[in-house]
């Protein structure tokens, strides 16, 4: 049986920018913006569908590294669906997780909506699970936030 996860995250950044920064380029910025949850990212593929991304997190963090896989993008609504298709919780905590990411324009800035859907593996605790990964999220979408405020030229 698959279980879910949301979240709302308000920005002060425009749609497009967030979405390509935090989406689109995250493998870029991520070891610049994070080095010290991910050292270092690559992707397999041209960043359109079906491309892989490998981010490879720094000792410490729960995991190693995590492969996903962009299943959906649509760059002018600014939506993305994601599988995970290796590391994270991939054989630990759950058979299979996916997250679909739309960036709703709102005020000059937007809201960004996060739903995870996942199948947990029999015995494991995928609420805490869920919470670790929606927390990483909101990270992801506040650091790139955070840097585009701080660069208001980026992603332009």
Request: aromatic share 8%; glycine share 8%; net charge negative.
């Amino acid at each position: 049986m698959s279980s879910s996860w949301s979240c709302e995250i308000e920005s002060a950044v425009p749609a497009p920018r967030l979405f390509r920064a935090s989406m689109m380029d995250w493998h870029n910025l991520a070891p610049k913006l994070a080095s010290d949850k991910i050292v270092s990212a690559a992707v397999e593929g041209d960043g359109s569908v079906g491309s892989v991304r490998q981010f490879n997190f720094a000792p410490g963090m729960p995991f190693t590294h995590v492969k996903e896989r962009f299943d959906f993008i649509d760059i002018e609504k600014f939506e993305v669906k994601r599988s995970l298709i290796e590391g994270g919780g991939i054989g630990t905590h759950v058979e299979s997780a996916s997250a679909h990411t739309i960036f709703v324009p709102k005020d000059g800035g937007c809201v960004v909506k996060v739903v995870g859907t996942y199948k947990p593996l029999p015995g494991a605790n995928t609420e805490e699970e869920a919470e670790r990964v929606k927390g990483s999220m909101i990270g992801i979408i506040k650091t790139a936030e955070s840097y585009l405020l701080a660069n208001p030229d980026a992603y332009n």
